[in-house]
């Protein structure tokens, strides 16, 4: 079992946080209980939670950087 992260990328209508311009990226797993034990590890909220076609977090650059350093997985999006 794994956790992942992908590529930053700017997102038109929610790329400011406290007025600043983010870029996101998004955190998710193989499974449901290793993702939310992953954020919260990381200090993510149960709220953030996204259960999408892809269950994830929207996570920043730094936690992203935390993600990684914590052995997250990078992976590539899909190439057009």
């Not at 209508?13 to 990226?25: N, P």
């Amino acid at each position: 079992m794994a956790v992942y992260v992908d590529k930053l990328r700017y997102y038109k209508d929610s790329s400011k946080v406290c007025g600043r311009i983010v870029k996101w990226s998004h955190l998710t797993a193989d499974t449901a209980e290793e993702l939310h034990r992953f954020a919260e590890f990381i200090g993510l909220k149960r709220s953030w939670f996204q259960n999408h076609r892809i269950p994830h977090y929207d996570i920043t650059t730094s936690k992203r950087k935390e993600a990684i350093n914590h052995g997250a997985i990078l992976i590539l999006g899909e190439r057009k």
